[in-house]
């Protein structure tokens, strides 16, 4: 019963495509996990050259070998015939499930959804990968809203078990259970909550991660701040998670959280100048820290 979902209630089908939008930081660590445990996949971005980028970063993380511990061409080559990289989206509509991880856009969302619903069939599965947008609000508009659901993965994908399962209003107890099913397929472990901004874990981790940013308003130096958060027993201080989570995607996912609580949430401008600076974090190379 760890999943919330009634042993005895409707039984989960079994998922042997996934196709996932966005070749982003998560949209290719969910690729590579779905590869990894034997799915055929599709990846899809607006970008070709994000997709491109997408692609290699799967192949060289599933060409790692955990008993041997080193990358193998060959390796990687096996996993490349199941993997299957394209810019347009029509081809995406065979898959058993399909994963959306596009930046933290309630528009954008909502309109790939309703995109894909025209010629989707109504047994294929719609989830978001969204980290704060309440899944209610993302199916607002949807035909089948009952085949909609958040699988909320955590960064990086390959590393962290948690997944957030989230149900909307209209979700089927189906499509909960299967995206359970699902999630543990992956190696995961996946928790069903409550839908909402945030969710559970970024309705805890955005008023630690805001807090930090008043630290340095305050005049705290970032290194300490980061320092004393690993002392504390955390895996990586809350500047460095911003690296990692990406400044633009920090920003986005703070803004639905302002929204939702204005009156506990302090708006700090510093990552909206970091962005003005292009300084995105990891995966540009530069954000508070320089990783180049
Ligand atoms: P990212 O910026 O790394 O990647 C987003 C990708 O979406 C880009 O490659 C972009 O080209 C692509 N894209 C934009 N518009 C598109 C469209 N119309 N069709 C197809 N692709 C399009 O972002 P990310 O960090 O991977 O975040 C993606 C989603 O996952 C967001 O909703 C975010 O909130 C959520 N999320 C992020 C993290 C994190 O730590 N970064 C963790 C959990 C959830």
Do not use: C, W
């Not at 107890?173 to 992956?186: M, N, P, Q």
């Not at 955005?206 to 300490?224: C, H, I, S, W």
């Not at 460095?240 to 009156?263: E, Q």
């Amino acid at each position: 019963k760890d999943s919330g979902v009634a042993g005895d209630g409707p039984q989960p089908r079994k998922l042997q495509s996934a196709s996932v939008i966005g070749a982003g930081i998560m949209g290719s660590g969910i690729a590579a996990a779905n590869l990894k445990r034997g799915l055929a996949v599709k990846l899809n971005d607006a970008n070709a050259e994000a997709l491109q980028r997408g692609a290699s970063a799967i192949l060289d993380e599933v060409s790692f070998d955990k008993a041997t511990r080193s990358k193998s061409v060959e390796r990687a080559i096996e996993y490349a015939g199941r993997l299957r990289s394209t810019t347009n989206s029509a081809e995406l509509l065979d898959s058993d499930i399909i994963i959306e991880a596009v930046v933290e856009n309630l528009e954008l969302k909502r309109k790939i959804f309703a995109g894909l619903e025209e010629n989707l069939p109504e047994t294929t599965i719609l989830a978001s990968n969204t980290s704060t947008l309440p899944i209610t609000k993302l199916a607002e508009n949807l035909k089948h809203p009952e085949r909609f659901v958040g699988i909320h993965f955590f960064n990086p994908v390959r590393k962290m078990k948690l997944v957030e399962v989230i149900r909307g209003e209209k979700t089927s107890d189906e499509t909960a259970a299967t995206a359970v099913a699902y999630a543990k397929g992956l190696g995961k472990f996946p928790i069903v909550v409550n839908d909402g901004p945030g969710f559970l874990v970024n309705r805890l981790l955005f008023p630690y991660m805001n807090e930090a940013t008043q630290l340095l308003q305050d005049g705290v130096d970032m290194k300490r701040i980061d320092k004393v958060a690993v002392k504390f027993g955390m895996p990586m201080g809350p500047i460095a998670l911003y690296d990692m989570v990406g400044i633009d995607t920090s920003f986005y996912a703070g803004r639905t959280m302002y929204d939702a609580f204005p009156d506990r949430t302090l708006v700090s401008p510093i990552l909206p100048a970091l962005i003005k600076n292009e300084r995105l974090g990891t995966k540009k190379g530069y954000g508070f820290y320089n990783h180049e």
